[in-house]
């Protein structure tokens, strides 16, 4: 991604433009002249810590003294935070958004995806077999191990209201609706439990 002839900064590696998901955190060294210069490999726009914008060129070089931003489309973004003084030169070559996080990556979401699905695939026949107290203890060890997957919730919801427990039926749509508040159908089942409508 970089080359280093300069000073010691940190160099934040970022999803999409702004602080979201800090992807990798790495230290790079050197030593040179006041400034660090950067060489840019994309056409980028760089923004400083008071917000001035500067538009470059691919192939380019600029001397900043201070933490940039360095943003191009379709690229993931380069925060390069200054920790001493005096660098000589980095060069910029940014990496896409597509396949940047790798095969291993792209494979532990595949895998997870899938043990998900197989688990909704059983509650869900579990339920269609009107065996919900079943259903409830395969749906909270599902929420173990995907605490933040709210469509556990609304299973878990349904069957709730099934049994006549309408108060836990109610508590756990408004806990998965709290989380995704967007969520249309979860409001049109909030509704159809409780009588209303939902509210955050």
Known sequence: MMKNFGIEFIVLIMLASGLLGCSSLASLTGDGARGH?????QKSTVTDGIGGVTE???GEEKVFDETVLVESPGYISVLL???SPNP?????NLRPYKGWT????????DDQLLRAMNMVTKIQALMVNQNWSAALVEIQSAQKEFPYLTYFRYLEASCYAVLGRTAEAEQRLKEALDRNPANVEGKMLYRQITGKEYQK
């Open 37 to 41: 210069k950067i060489k840019f490999n």
């Open 56 to 58: 470059v060129n691919a």
């Open 81 to 83: 935070v200054p920790v």
């Open 88 to 92: 000589k030169m980095t060069e910029i």
């Open 102 to 109: 790798g095969l291993s990556y792209e494979q532990m979401v």
